[in-house]
C-alpha cells in the first residue's frame, strides 16, 4: 500500500469557529477555558476528518491561536525583551494567554511583533526578534500536549514544527543586537532545545517529526547550505529521537539542497512538485534518495483546482524509483486554501465542477495512493469520475481577437510632469482613496446584499455618503478628491464580482493572519467587463465639486495576487485580459469627465518570485499590463497608482516603467528612507511618500508632517512631491482621520509658503 499524507490543514474550523472564539476572548465575553475548548474541538474535528478520509500520516501542532511561527518562538522562549516580563511570570491559563496575544496585538503601550507575508502567500506570521542576548530554552510543550490529545483520541499524528533554519532566517535582529550579527549565529544553541524537544516526543510515542523549511525555496535559503548540514547533520544523528521528515514547499529547492539532505540522518524529505515540478529532475541528478522517504507533494495546497489525476499519477510514476519509499501527499499546508466546496451550494456548477478545496484535495491524495497501489483496476472508476466530465470552456474570442490585435503594450512614455492636467499646486494634497468604513455604510451595504433593502435607497444612501466625504475634503483644503470607496467591500472582490471569468465565494474563508479570514475570488476563465463598474460612482462624485476627483481601480497584478487564479496559462497571459477590461474602464472614465485616475498595484513587491531567476519575467508581464491598462488615455489625463510597501531597492527601475505621473507609496514607519532611496537611483516622476501612518491611530502633528516633507524635498524636487497618508483610510474612524488630515493640508501649506 502507498502511504499517504499531508503537511497541514486548515485550522479556523469550518464556520470560522476559531475567529469568534478568539474575538469572543479578547472582548472579555468568553474565558479562557471556553476557548481551550474550542481549540480542542477543532484540533479533533481536523484530526478525524483526516483519519475518516483515509490519510495515513496526519499532521498535529499544525493548530495555533493565532500564528505557528509565533507559537515557536514561544515554545523555545524566543519572546521579545518587552514581553519577557509578561510572558515568564504567567503562572496560570488566563495570564499565559494574555502574554501570548499580546505579542500578537500589542497592549496599551506596548507595540505587537512585526507582521510579514509568509514567503509569497497571502499568510502573515509575526517576526521573531532576536539578539545575541536570547538565551534559547525549550519552554514550552504544545507540540507534545497536542500530540497527546491526538493519541487519546486514538489518533497517531506526525508533529509539525517549523525547522530551525526557516525559522532563523525569518527572523529579525532586535533593535538592541549589533550591526552585522544575524540571527542564524543562534542556530547550535536553537539546536540543542530541538533535540530535547525531539527527545521528549520520542518518549511520548511520537514515531515521525515533521519539520518545515520552506526557506530552501528560496535564493537566502539556498545560499545557506552550510547551515542546512550542520543543521540535520546534528539533529539527524541523535540517538533518541522519532523519524525526521524535512519538508520543503513553495518551490524547488535544487539539487545541491537536495544532496546536502541526502547525507544527513534524516530519513523522509518532503518535496513540493506541483510549484516545483523541477525536482523530479534534482531527484534524478542526485541519483535518487537511496533508502530514505520521498514525501512527493504532487496535489497543489495553493490553488482550488482539481488534480488533473492521470498527469499527478504520471508525475508520482517518475519518482517511485527515485527513493526507497515514496509517500503521496499534497505540496505544502492546506491553510492556504478554502476548507470545504461542499460549503458553496451556490455556485455556477460548471465552475463548481473544477475546483477543489482542502477536503476535496485531501481525498485526492487518497485517491491516487490507493491508484497507485492497486494499479489501474480498482481506483479506475473513481479516477474516471474523479476526472468529471471534459472542462467546460471559459473561452472569450473577443477578448482574445482584440489583445491580439493591441498587441505589445502601446506606449506613453511620459516625463513625470507631462502637460498639467489640473491646476494643483507644487504639494499637491491628496489621499489614497477610501475613507473611513462607518457602520452605517457597513450596514447599508450588508442590506443590500440581503435584499432588505432596493437598489434605489441603496444609491440614495450612498451618494449621501459620498457627498459627505466631498465635502469634508473641500472643507479640510485638499487639492485632488476621492469619492471614498464607501460601496467597496474589499478593492479585489468588488471589481471580481462585476468581471465576467471570475466567481466568489459565499464560505470560501482563507486565514490571513490572527483572527482575520479573506475569501480570495477565483478566477477561472477569460476575463472580460460586461459594462461600467465604477463610472457612474466617479462621475457623480466629480459632479459635486469643482476640484478634480480622482478614480479609482485595482491594478492587474493586485487583481491576480489576492485571488485564486487558473493555471492552465501563463500568469502573464491572464493579467493582460484583466487589464484590457481596466483599459476600458479607464476609457469610460476619461469620456466621463475624470481627470485623474488611480491603479493601484498594492501587491507589486509581494508577488515578486522568491527566486532572481524569475523575477525578471514577472516584472516585465506585471510593467506591461500596468501599461496597457493605462496607456489609452489622453497626455492630459493624470495616472495615478499606489503601492503598499516602501522597500523599493530591487524594484525601482520597474516603478519607473510603470509610467504612471504620480506614485504614492508606504513611508511613514520608514522615515521617508526610500525617498532618498528613490533619488538615488535618478527617479524623476512625481512620488506622494505617505507622511501619516494609517495603521496606527495616532493623529500625527503638523510639525511632524513639515519635518518629514522637508526631509523628502532634499532629495526630490517640489514638482516631484506630493503630499498624502500612507494607505487607505478605511481602518480608521473620523475622529482621527478628520485632525490628521487638517494637519496634513497645513503642513503642505507652511512647506509651499517658503519654496
Ligand atoms: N484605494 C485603496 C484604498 O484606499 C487602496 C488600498 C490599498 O492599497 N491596500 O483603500
Ligand atoms: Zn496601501
Not at 28 to 46: K, Q
Not at 149 to 165: E, F, I, S, Y
Not at 351 to 373: I, M, T
Not at 408 to 430: C, F, H, I, S, Y
Request: hydrophobic share 40%.
Amino acid at each position: 500500500m502507498i502511504p499517504t499524507t499531508v503537511h497541514g490543514y486548515p485550522r479556523i474550523g469550518g464556520d470560522r469557529e476559531l475567529k469568534r472564539a478568539c474575538e469572543s476572548y479578547w472582548d472579555g465575553r468568553s474565558g479562557a477555558a471556553d476557548l481551550d475548548a474550542v481549540a480542542a474541538r477543532l484540533r479533533r474535528e481536523v484530526w478525524e476528518s483526516l483519519r475518516d478520509a483515509g490519510i495515513g500520516t496526519i499532521p498535529s501542532n499544525t493548530f495555533s491561536y493565532y500564528d505557528h511561527v509565533l507559537d515557536n518562538a514561544v515554545l523555545f522562549g524566543l519572546v521579545p525583551e518587552r514581553f519577557r516580563a509578561a510572558f515568564e511570570a504567567a503562572d496560570d491559563r488566563e495570564s499565559e494567554l494574555a502574554a501570548y496575544f499580546a505579542m500578537a496585538r500589542g497592549t496599551g503601550d506596548l507595540p505587537p511583533m512585526e507582521m510579514t507575508k509568509w514567503f509569497d502567500t497571502n499568510y502573515h506570521y509575526l517576526v521573531p526578534e532576536l539578539s545575541p542576548a536570547t538565551r534559547p530554552r525549550l519552554a514550552g510543550g504544545k507540540p507534545l500536549s497536542e500530540y497527546t490529545q491526538a493519541k487519546g483520541l486514538g489518533v497517531p499524528t506526525r508533529p509539525v514544527l517549523v525547522g530551525p533554519l526557516t525559522f532563523l532566517m525569518l527572523a529579525k535582529p532586535a533593535a538592541d543586537a549589533p550591526e552585522g550579527w544575524r540571527p542564524l549565529n543562534l542556530l547550535d544553541d536553537l539546536l540543542a532545545c530541538y533535540s530535547e524537544l525531539l527527545d521528549r516526543l520520542s518518549a511520548v510515542g511520537a514515531r515521525s517529526v515533521q519539520l518545515d523549511e520552506p526557506i530552501l525555496a528560496s535564493d537566502e535559503g539556498r545560499a545557506e547550505l552550510p547551515a542546512l548540514e550542520h543543521a540535520y547533520g546534528r539533529l539527524g544523528a541523535q540517538a533518541r529521537r522519532p523519524e525526521l521528515l524535512v519538508s520543503t514547499y513553495f518551490g524547488a529547492i535544487g539539487a545541491q539542497a537536495l544532496e546536502v539532505l541526502k547525507g544527513t540522518g534524516v530519513e523522509q524529505i518532503g518535496l513540493d512538485l506541483a510549484s516545483g515540478p523541477e525536482g523530479v529532475a534534482e531527484l534524478a541528478r542526485v541519483s535518487g534518495l537511496g533508502d530514505k522517504t520521498l514525501v512527493a507533494g504532487v496535489v497543489d495546497g495553493r490553488n482550488v483546482w482539481r488534480a488533473d489525476m492521470p498527469g499527478k499519477l504520471s508525475t508520482l510514476g517518475s519518482v517511485l524509483g527515485l527513493a526507497g519509499r515514496v509517500e503521496v501527499s499534497t505540496s505544502c499546508s492546506l491553510l492556504h486554501v478554502p476548507i470545504d466546496l461542499d460549503a458553496e451550494p451556490g455556485m455556477d456548477p460548471a465552475v463548481r465542477e473544477r475546483l477543489a478545496f482542502a477536503k476535496q484535495k485531501v481525498d485526492e491524495v487518497v485517491l491516487l495512493g490507493r491508484a497507485l497501489s492497486e494499479g489501474d483496476g480498482a481506483a479506475a472508476a473513481e479516477l474516471k469520475a474523479a476526472r468529471g466530465s471534459a472542462p467546460a470552456s471559459f473561452t472569450n474570442s473577443r477578448v482574445r481577437a482584440r489583445l491580439e490585435a493591441l498587441g505589445g503594450a502601446t506606449t506613453r512614455v511620459g516625463d513625470g510632469r507631462r502637460t498639467v492636467a489640473g491646476k494643483e499646486p507644487v504639494l499637491a494634497t491628496t489621499t489614497i482613496g477610501s475613507f473611513p468604513q462607518t457602520p452605517e455604510v457597513r450596514r447599508a451595504r450588508a442590506d443590500h446584499r440581503a435584499g432588505r433593502i432596493g437598489d434605489g435607497e441603496y444609491e440614495r444612501l450612498m451618494r449621501a455618503e459620498i457627498d459627505r466625504v466631498i465635502k469634508l475634503q473641500e472643507d479640510i483644503g485638499l487639492d485632488v478628491l476621492v469619492h471614498g470607496e464607501p460601496e467597496r467591500n474589499d478593492m479585489v472582490q468588488y471589481f471580481a464580482e462585476q468581471l465576467d471569468g471570475y466567481a466568489t465565494t459565499a464560505n470560501g474563508w482563507v486565514q490571513s493572519y490572527g483572527s482575520r479570514c479573506v475569501r480570495p475570488p477565483i478566477l477561472y476563465g477569460d476575463v472580460s467587463r460586461p459594462e461600467p463598474m465604477t463610472v457612474d460612482w466617479i462621475t457623480y462624485a466629480q459632479s459635486r465639486t469643482d476640484r478634480p476627483v480622482k478614480g479609482m481601480l485595482t491594478g492587474p497584478v493586485t487583481m491576480l495576487a489576492w485571488s485564486f487564479v487558473r493555471d492552465d496559462q501563463p500568469l502573464g497571459d491572464t493579467a493582460r485580459q484583466v487589464a484590457l477590461a481596466l483599459r476600458d474602464e479607464i476609457a469610460d472614465l476619461e469620456k466621463g469627465g475624470i481627470r485623474h485616475i488611480q491603479v493601484d498595484e498594492a501587491a507589486l513587491r509581494e508577488l515578486l518570485p522568491l527566486r532572481e531567476e524569475s523575477r525578471a519575467d514577472y516584472l516585465a508581464w506585471a510593467v506591461e499590463s500596468f501599461r496597457l491598462a493605462t496607456s489609452g488615455v489622453a497626455a492630459s489625463t493624470r495616472i495615478h497608482t499606489h503601492m503598499c510597501y516602501s522597500e523599493f531597492g530591487r524594484i525601482v527601475g520597474a516603478i519607473e516603467a510603470l509610467d504612471a505621473d504620480v506614485t504614492s507609496v508606504e513611508a511613514a514607519r520608514s522615515h521617508m528612507e526610500l525617498v532618498g532611496d528613490l533619488s538615488a537611483k535618478g527617479y524623476r516622476r512625481a512620488i506622494g511618500p505617505g507622511v501619516y501612518d494609517i495603521h496606527s491611530p495616532r493623529v500625527p502633528s503638523v510639525e511632524e508632517i513639515e519635518a518629514s516633507l522637508r526631509s523628502a524635498l532634499r532629495a526630490l524636487s517640489p514638482e516631484q512631491l506630493w503630499v498624502n497618508p500612507d494607505c487607505g483610510l478605511k481602518t480608521r474612524g473620523y475622529a482621527e482621520v478628520e485632525p490628521a488630515l487638517r494637519n496634513l493640508v497645513e503642513a503642505a501649506r507652511r512647506v509651499r509658503a517658503e519654496l
